[in-house]
């Protein structure tokens, strides 16, 4: 059973940077496709910025510039290094994936249980 495991969220103050790490336990057989995703207080989740393939990437407009997604394969690793934050990147950050694992017979959604992040203004 493969867990996504995130890290490096907390406190920081609007302008600052910070940097989330999404570590996947266990064997992945094919190229997963890897998200970050994001939900505010009284909001729907959002997708922040994904990577896959030959590292293709794609990125929420609000973000574009400033975020900046990365994998480590063979970590099996992804990172969200976020930088000029604003209050509004508020929320709890999801790892989300899309990939087969060792017993997978078709890829399989996995997701993380979430770090939070707070941009103080």
């Known amino acids: 059973q493969v867990r996504l495991v995130e890290s490096g969220g907390g406190l920081v103050e609007a302008g600052g940077s910070m940097r989330l790490s999404c570590t996947a336990s266990g064997a992945i057989v094919s190229d997963p496709w890897m998200s970050w995703y994001r939900q505010a207080p009284g909001k729907e989740r959002e997708l922040v910025a994904a990577?896959?393939?030959?590292?293709?990437?794609n990125y929420a407009d609000s973000v574009k510039g400033r975020f900046t997604i990365s994998r480590d394969i063979a970590a099996n690793t992804v990172y969200l290094q976020m930088n000029a934050l604003k209050s509004e990147d508020t929320g709890d950050y999801y790892c989300h994936g899309v990939f087969r694992a060792a017993g997978d017979f078709v890829p399989k959604t996995y997701w993380g249980q979430g770090t939070q992040v707070t941009v103080s203004s």
């Open positions: 990577t896959g393939g030959s590292y293709e990437t």
